[in-house]
Nanobody, 120 residues
Framework: QVQLVESGGGLVQPGGSLRLSCAAS????????MRWYRQAPGKERELVGS????????TYADSVKGRFTISRDNAKNTVTLQMNSLNAEDTAMYYC?????????????WGQGTQVTVSS
């Protein structure tokens, strides 16, 4: 079955950095776009960014552009979110996501999430 397991979250001071990882299994990882989302308390889940199947193109939310970088290693079935210059507004649960086709219909799969807290 599809599994996405995030890791790397924690408490970091403003201006600091964190590196999140997502280990994927149960599907042909190298064929799919991977996405990172986040959800802050009391807010809707928002798309942080995405990376194409071969890693050739990335997109980012305006709020993280220039600070966050998504990369992937198709040999290891992992996708990474490097977060720099963190601020309090980045505090959220971060989720790895893949959308697969099941019987012709798109189905979203999520990891359990990893908490990022930015605080002094």
């Amino acid at each position: 079955q599809v599994q996405l397991v995030e890791s790397g979250g924690g408490l970091v001071q403003p201006g600091g950095s964190l590196r999140l990882s997502c280990a994927a299994s149960g599907f042909m990882f190298s064929r799919y776009v991977m996405r990172w989302y986040r959800q802050a308390p009391g807010k809707e889940r928002e798309l942080v960014g995405s990376i194409t199947s071969n890693g050739g193109r990335t997109t980012y939310a305006d709020s993280v552009k220039g600070r966050f970088t998504i990369s992937r290693d198709n040999a290891k079935n992992t996708v990474t979110l490097q977060m720099n210059s963190l601020n309090a507004e980045d505090t959220a649960m971060y989720y790895c996501n893949v959308q697969l086709l099941r019987l012709g219909e798109p189905s979203n799969y999520w990891g359990q999430g990893t908490q990022v807290t930015v605080s002094s």
